[in-house]
């Protein structure tokens, strides 16, 4: 069995670790007031490695779920020892603090060495411990789920026990409430190792989109491996695209390789050391991400530690890719804020109390409906916060005046088309009915760009 890409420590000059290492740790801490639930729930998942990273440097606003990798299986259910565990609950914390999902990856490349998957996953009894190991697990680090990173199970026999050993999890992990995702091989034989009874196992798979194609990774290999997997039945919105953070032939990090040449950030190859090497640079990263957007659920890297900060960062360009010219409101303006057919949005009654309706109402130039536009994402009026009522998400939940208290209800971010959108529930503000009737309440609603959905700031 060869690698389809390196899943364990690989083997790194110490210069060149200790230059990614370097490059991952300037990045900014992670701000909690920025988004992380992506347009049309897109996802932006990152691998973090036990053995390289900081936890502190990862840019948690920019990502939605994070897989610490890795912890592996013994063969006769039980697990491994994780590396690094205060690294792991450092991670949880950071991550449920910026509403990042975190999941443990468990298996990996590990050398090529499958054997404890394919010897648990063929008896009944050794399944049950592992899935009860792997709950026990997830409980104990607090964790949003699992992503199964098995290298690689067969077509035949070893396939069939690995849709059985998915079945089981996906049943103890979904029913409460928990993640379970894969990583699976882009193309090739092993492709048929995963049964299509797995696509309905699991919330969506990692496609490993690397470590193949001439030259490395590139967008047309990439793309053609993703729609290999819709073919065979996984839906759009389960396939997410992963890209790699480094070259090859030989194994330089993408931060490494920007270290020794900046221009490197929008190539894809150049000479290193006497050789071309390959990777995917800036623009390409961008062209694939619109492509997910189009026909995927998403984007995944392997791995977060070897990536830059600032304006070179790889996952700074999916995400300012999915936003498709998002930008944050003018912050310190105050005004009337218009929607539809002019109608000003104003607090019922110019009423300070807790839970007071925002609604649509003639504009009348007094305080009810003078909003300032605040550099947190909030929108104020009286000296209060437009809310979600109940921090809900889902559609026709009303807007309503509250104490300003930083959560993810009060944020609204300006998007290029007109709308704003309320990350936390990834809906936009909305006029009710479609109408401007005066005392028309605002809600939640699934951002569509219809004019009850446009609104002008001040």
Known sequence: MSSPRPRRRPALAAGLLALATTAATLALTPAAAEAVVLPNNF??????????????????????????????????????????????SSLVSLGHANNVKVSIAIGGWNDGDDSAFEALAANSATRTTF????????????????????????????????????????????????????????????????????????????????????????????INAVNGWKARGLPAAKA??????????????????????????????????????????????????QWALANAGGMMNWELSQDTSGGTSLVSAIYDTVMGGATPPPTGRTGPITGIAGKCVDVAAASTANGTAVQLYTCNGTAAQNWTVA????????????????????????????????????????????TLRNPASNRCLDASDNSSANGTRLQIWDCFGGANQVWRLP
């Open 43 to 88: 996802k932006s998942v990152g691998y973090l490695p036990s053995w390289s990273g900081n936890v502190n440097a990862v840019q948690y606003q920019k990502l939605t779920h994070i897989n610490y990798a890795f912890v592996l299986p013994n063969s006769n259910g039980t697990l491994r020892a994780v590396e690094n565990p205060a690294k792991l």
């Open 131 to 222: 899935v009860n190991n792997v709950v026990n697990f997830v409980n104990q680090y607090n964790l949003d789920g699992v992503d199964m990173d098995w290298e690689y199970p067969d077509p035949g026999a070893s396939a069939n026990n690995y849709s059985l050993l998915m079945s089981q999890l996906s049943g103890a992990l979904r029913s409460r409430g928990k993640l379970l995702t894969a990583a699976v091989v882009a193309e090739g034989y092993y492709r048929d190792g995963v049964p299509t009874a797995v696509f309905g196992h699991v919330d969506f798979l990692n496609i490993m989109a690397y470590d193949g194609g001439s030259p490395h990774a590139n967008y047309d290999w990439s």
């Open 240 to 289: 997410v695209l992963g890209v790699p953070f480094y070259s090859r032939p030989g194994y330089y990090t993408y931060a490494a390789l920007v270290g020794m040449d900046p221009a490197n950030a929008n190539r894809d190859c150049a000479t290193v050391g006497g050789a071309q090497q390959c990777w995917n640079g800036i623009p390409t990263v961008k062209r694939k991400t």
């Open 375 to 418: 550099g947190d994402g909030t929108l104020r009026a009286l000296g209060k916060c437009a809310d979600v009522t109940s921090a809900g998400t889902a559609n026709g939940t009303k807007v309503q005046l509250w104490d300003c208290n930083g959560t993810g209800a009060q944020v609204w971010q300006a998007q290029s088309n007109g």
